[in-house]
């Protein structure tokens, strides 16, 4: 989403903001309205999943069309509030189906994406994403390391919050007179130099 | 056509290999799987740690057990616990392949009507057995080892419950003899424990306690605090082994003084004796006429050690402040065991260590103990077919009862045998009925290896099977017998009961702590001697058989009683002593094997009062002439590993199981004896070559295991200490002319190796006096860095895997071959001991040979000191291992992890760790996934790694501390401060100046005790 570091304020404060926003306006509404409020998805989210489910846009289908640009984007959600961990360790934490049913539960019922999630849940069964960002093999990455520097996910990532399907989108360095592509060694060590951080092969091979 | 030369085929060949790595470069499809309900504690990446109980021998020694997205990946010592006090043996730490074993049943199985064992639903086998049971429950036995004193009391309700028979508790290597010594001197029912780390001087009369016996590590600790070089004047406790044998425990001892086995009693009394004629003061009168009649010169006569060894003996005992004196273990109870054991504590008694050194405990619990009695009490009733049901838990008897006790025969009279084992094994392939248990990581229960000591096991892992914990499964079938059963039975499951058994304490502290531990052992204060001292019979042992030899069948230090065989890494590891892995071998003199013409390798055929085993020779010079050695633990036919299933041989049995050669004997109490027969050697004329990890135990006088003498020791410790530990003046032996005197040494400081700018310098101070040569640090390794299992044609070939190997040097070495020895002999010599335990890891040198001749940069030096290692860059020239003076680069020949791991064994890979591929080097890293982690919370708190938060798996490992790990560039760190020895200090291979960051400090040669 937006390239400034991502503060803890926000972490916690935007999607309590939202939610509140959106409970309020249930609540403070007559029940017919209310009900179908809950029932009936926004022209946005169903354009959205539209696009994210388009099996001619670049990047692989997933297995629930979820949308980036709609959850990052139009509600801004920070990513580290489905992203769990990232901040802490190697892994990213790619969210659970209960985060996502934390939301669900509630509204969004009417969208095909979802009833896939309810699905998932009902059966407890794991959803198997299709990877993107996958870096070569023998890479220790660490997300924590790059998040606690305050680099941002987009960096690596590209712009999620505009993407509603997500692929890898290229990006090219020169290094050297030859090219480097994204999420190849040559492309993270243009950001290490610039940096001025450790480019010592221990740090990431080992 | 025209003709291809020969750089235009090179060039079509490269154009074609470069289209076919394009083609296979497709990018494969992976998954991301969440959880669908991620547990709150754990956040993928993080490791979270349990604390439990370490269950593959009855030590018992806490765990904490790391665990990564739920699967345990690496098992270490839980700092907390009173018996390992943060170590792991060997055994231990390979534990943690049980739950992934290839081996394990994952159903419960039912033999059918083709014989075969077939699987049946948990609800249909639990039917069967509760059939079993209502036909006859009279008629039901149950046989195991300790399961833990909770469980201990469910199964002793349960057999009350539905009408067993009785349940008999077998543990092989149980020391009955040691308590019914403690009854026969003092009166009172206890289990001695021994703490050694008040002694002054420290007699084993044949006892191998650092590799069996009570607790090992714990013993090897105490040991080491109460010889340490710094802490303790004169360097510190003297340690004195008296046994046939120069074996793991007695390679530590300042004076090894090989007795003829058996006799210990009687060398016990006789030094006893001259204990008092140097002025001990002891109550002569409460012995009664014991003492009568013995004498040095008598005793010499029986026992092989010369008059004035047992005077001298006597005059240390007299003089020591802290004697710990103690009675054989298992491999040398005899059948007069019971008479030995009590010689020993008696000359204990004597010196005044009972109750100081030699703990009595109070015991209040009255869990079942084992009892070998009992045992072929029960052999007894199944062979007159008054079993109709036997339960086998925790327990191989098929394998580790001797064949005189008829077991096999009287198994056969059983008509429905009921095995729990979670790995299949001689025993349970025999039964009827498999009802396989969790294995400990995936178990609750609890253990207690002494009064005061209450330790629990807590799952680590979900079940990774359809698998049940036995306590579970019998109350199950009790219960379904009827309401009146089930009355009897405790209510809930072992989880609920085991809660109820610690109602009287914190339960969720204790699972976290890893069990509540009294701060002092309850003891009995004051014991009187009782009369029956006076009538004490100490004689030579009663020998079975015929024959020039006696043989004795010591337990291994890796294998235990066999239990461990199943785990491959025991069986790669090298044995201590002989450094052979995955066999079996004999060890006799080499003037025996002169005489029978045999050299190391050749078949010998032994032959028993027992039976007749065919086993390969290892000739020796630390081991009487009268005497041959066989380890307990090998050939096992059922298994894996444990058998040549591995190597497409499967029932054919890996080694010789040595039990089956020996005689159903007891001692006077009936407890197991071990020690019982003579044996025929006679060659066969066969001979197949050993895979071993050492082929020599000579170092030609370089300085690779140094040592030097107590006195240049303190001639030093009065010179200044240097800052830094420079390059000792020719190695540490003090000036001896040698071919390596014109070596050029240049004192040097590790620090200068890593960048100015970096703050840290990696180093690593073994301390080879503290060494005892134990490999849990090997073992240890394995796990932590995914090192794979070769298999023995690979350790023939030489491409044994392991990154941190023990080197077993005796002595200095010659450098000239003496003629007419082949290179390989072994140079021990009977009655010295000059053993140099040198774990031996990359050095992390300052001037690696390796780095210069990688062609590919694959190899280099890195900031902070270390030397790395690129696998994804290597393209496996091995110039960097032909380079290497050390020898600890490795080369994986196969993908060994793929083709010697079946699935699930790859379930605990580290995932810390790169799993290196075919063509790739590899080496020692100090473990540099560990610094990554613990970089993590210094660079987010903005601070330094802090010494102590790196440690290294060997040195987590040790039991005696002989490895620190830690900043060089900190002079206040613990690795730092252990270097401030300018005279123990070396660096192996000093000449060659490669500037190691791993400094030794030399062992110190105390030498005999005076007199």
Redesign the interface.
């Known amino acids: 989403m937006s390239s400034l570091p991502v503060l803890p304020v926000r972490r916690v404060a935007l999607p309590a903001a939202l939610f509140l926003l959106l409970f309020g306006l249930v609540l403070g509404l007559p029940e017919g309205r209310a009900v179908s409020a809950q029932q009936k998805s926004s022209d946005a989210a169903f354009e959205a999943q539209r696009r994210a489910a388009d099996p001619s846009a670049p990047g692989?289908v997933q297995p629930i069309p979820f949308s980036h640009a709609l959850h990052a984007g139009t509600y801004q959600i920070p990513c580290l509030y489905c992203h769990?961990?990232t901040d802490?360790?190697?892994?990213a934490?790619?969210?659970?189906?209960?985060?996502c049913m934390g939301c669900h539960a509630q509204f969004g019922g009417d969208l095909e994406g979802v009833k896939l999630l309810k699905q998932?849940?009902e059966n407890?069964?794991?959803?198997?994403?299709?990877?993107i960002h996958?870096l070569?093999?023998?890479v220790?990455f660490?997300h924590?390391?790059h998040i606690?520097a305050g680099v941002a996910c987009d960096t690596c990532h590209g712009p999620v919050e505009r993407l509603d399907k997500l692929y890898l989108v290229p990006d090219t360095k020169w290094v050297n007179l030859m090219n480097a592509d994204k999420l190849k060694m040559g492309w993270c060590l243009t950001c290490h130099w610039q940096n001025n951080v450790s480019v010592?092969?221990?740090?990431c091979?080992? | 056509m025209p003709e291809l030369d020969r750089r235009e085929f090179l060039k079509l060949v490269g154009v074609g290999a470069g289209a076919a790595a394009a083609a296979g470069c497709s990018?494969r499809?992976?998954?991301?799987?969440?959880?669908?309900?991620?547990p709150e504690v754990m956040?993928?990446?993080?490791a979270i740690y349990y604390a439990s109980t370490c269950r593959e021998c009855p030590a018992a020694c806490g765990l904490h057990v790391r665990t990564r997205e739920g699967r345990p990946v690496k098992l270490e010592g839980n700092p907390e616990h009173p018996v390992s006090k943060g170590s792991l043996c060997a055994r231990g730490q390979v534990s943690i392949g049980r739950t992934y074993h290839p081996d394990r049943y994952t159903t419960p199985m039912s033999r059918g009507a083709d014989g075969k064992l077939a699987p049946v639903s948990w609800e249909e086998a639990i039917r069967t057995l509760a059939d079993k049971l209502r036909q006859g429950a009279a008629g039901a036995a149950l046989l195991g080892g300790d399961p833990g004193p909770t469980a201990s009391q469910v199964l002793d309700r349960w057999v009350a419950a539905v009408g067993a028979s009785g349940r008999v508790v077998y543990e092989p290597f149980a020391q009955e003899s040691l308590r019914e010594a403690v009854k026969t001197l003092f009166g009172v029912e206890s289990e001695p424990v021994f703490d050694l780390s008040q002694a002054d001087l420290v007699l084993s009369f044949g006892s191998d306690f650092m590799e069996t016996g009570p607790s090992p590590n714990e013993h090897m600790r105490q040991l080491a605090e109460a010889r340490d070089v710094r802490a303790k004047e004169h360097g510190g406790a003297r340690f004195v082994y008296l046994g046939p044998r120069l074996s793991m425990t007695a390679s530590n001892a300042d004076e090894w003084i090989p007795s003829k086995p058996g006799t210990e009693g009687i060398l016990a009394l006789a030094v006893l004796r001259a204990a008092m004629d140097s002025g001990l003061t002891a109550d002569r009168t409460a012995l009664g006429g014991l003492l009568d009649g013995v004498d040095a010169a008598r005793a010499a006569a029986r026992t092989g050690v010369d008059a004035k060894t047992i005077q001298r003996l006597g005059a240390a005992v007299a003089r020591a402040k802290s004697l710990v004196a103690l009675p054989p273990t298992a491999g040398l109870s005899s059948r007069r065991a019971s008479a030995t054991a009590a010689a020993v504590l008696l000359l204990d008694h004597a010196a005044g260590a009972v109750a100081r050194t030699v703990l009595l405990p109070a015991e209040t619990e009255r869990t079942k103990r084992p009892s070998y009695h009992e045992l072929l009490a029960l052999v007894d009733a199944m062979k007159s077919g008054k079993v109709s049901v036997l339960l086998v838990h925790d327990a191989n008897p098929v394998h580790s009862m001797p064949p005189g006790t008829g077991f096999r025969e009287a198994l056969a009279k059983v008509p429905f045998l009921v095995s729990f084992a979670p790995i299949k094994d001689e025993t349970s392939e025999q039964a009827h009925l498999v009802l396989p248990d969790l294995t400990p990581l995936e178990s609750w229960g609890d253990a207690s290896p002494r009064p005061g000591v209450r330790s629990l096991l807590q799952p680590t892992i979900r079940p990774l099977y359809g698998t049940r914990a036995m306590v579970d499964v019998l109350l199950e079938a009790g219960r379904s017998l009827g309401d009146e059963v089930a009355a009897k039975l405790p209510p809930g499951n072992m989880r609920s009961i085991l809660e109820t058994a610690w109602a009287g304490e914190d339960f969720r502290k204790a699972l976290a702590r890893g069990g509540s531990f009294a701060a002092s052992l309850p003891t009995h204060e004051h014991v009187a001697l009782s009369s029956a001292v006076a009538k004490l019979e100490v004689s030579e042992p009663l020998l079975e058989g015929e024959g020039d030899y006696v043989l004795l069948a010591h337990p291994s230090p890796l294998l235990g009683d066999g239990r461990s065989a199943a785990l491959p890494w025991m069986q790669e590891v090298p044995d201590p002593v002989t450094k052979v892995t995955w066999n079996s071998w004999v060890e006799l003199s080499h003037a025996t094997a002169r005489r029978l013409g045999v050299e190391i390798g050749d078949v010998l055929a032994l032959k028993t009062a027992a039976g007749t085993l065919e086993v390969q020779a290892f000739p020796r010079g630390g081991i009487r002439d009268d005497v041959v050695a066989v380890a307990v633990g090998q050939g096992h036919t059922v298994g894996w590993y444990a058998s040549h299933e591995m190597e497409g041989r499967p029932g054919e049995a890996r080694g010789v199981n040595v039990i089956a050669a020996l005689p159903a004997a007891v001692d006077e109490a009936g407890g197991r004896a071990w020690f019982t027969t003579k044996v025929q050697l006679a060659k066969t004329g066969r001979s197949e070559p050993f895979a071993v990890s050492q082929t020599q135990d000579n170092q030609r006088d370089r300085s690779i295991g140094a040592a030097l003498p107590l006195a240049a020791l303190a001639a030093g410790a009065a010179a200044p200490a240097e800052a830094v530990p420079a390059a000792p003046e020719h190695g540490a032996r003090g000036g001896e002319e040698s071919a390596y005197q014109e070596e050029i040494h240049v004192p040097f400081d590790p620090v200068l190796d890593a960048a100015q700018n970096s703050p840290y310098r990696w180093g690593m101070t073994i301390d080879v006096d503290r060494c005892t040569g134990c490999s849990a640090c090997v073992a240890a390794c394995y796990i932590e860095n995914n090192s794979p299992i070769v298999g023995e044609d690979q350790v023939r070939w030489g491409r044994l895997m392991a990154w941190l190997r023990i080197e077993r040097w005796v002595g200095d070495g010659v450098v000239e071959d003496i003629p007419g020895w082949p290179r390989e002999r072994n140079h021990e010599e009977l009655g010295k001991v000059d053993i140099r335990h040198t774990p031996m890891m990359c050095q992390q040198c300052g001037a690696a040979p390796c780095e210069p001749v990688c062609p590919v940069f694959a190899t280099?030096h890195?900031?902070?000191g270390?030397n790395?290692m690129?696998?994804?860059?290597c393209i496996g020239t091995r110039y960097c291992s032909n380079n290497c003076p050390y020898k600890v680069r490795r080369f994986n020949w196969y993908d060994f992890s793929l083709e010697n791991w079946p699935k699930p064994l790859h379930l605990m890979l580290n995932p810390?760790?790169?799993v290196r591929a075919q063509g790739v080097m590899e080496k020692c890293?100090y473990c540099?996934?560990r610094i990554?982690i613990a970089r993590?919370p210094a660079?987010?708190q903005k601070r330094l790694i802090r010494d102590g938060e790196v440690i290294t798996a060997c040195a987590q490992a040790c039991p005696t501390q002989a490895i620190t790990f830690g900043n060089l560039k900190d002079p206040e760190s613990n690795v730092s401060k252990k270097r401030q020895e300018p005279v123990r200090g070396y660096v192996a291979l000093q000449g060659l100046n490669t500037r190691p960051a791993t400094l030794y400090l030399a062992k110190v040669v105390r030498g005999p005790v005076e007199g």
Do not use: A, F
């Open positions: 692989p769990t961990g802490r360790s190697r892994m934490g790619v969210p659970s189906v209960e985060v998932y849940w407890k069964k794991p959803i198997e994403w299709v990877q996958r070569p093999e023998h220790k660490r924590n390391r606690q010592d092969c221990l740090t091979h080992y | 990018e499809v992976e998954h991301l799987i969440p959880y669908v309900v991620q956040t993928p990446g993080i280099y890195n900031p902070e270390l790395g690129v696998y994804n860059r810390d760790v790169t890293t540099t996934q990554e993590q660079k987010d």
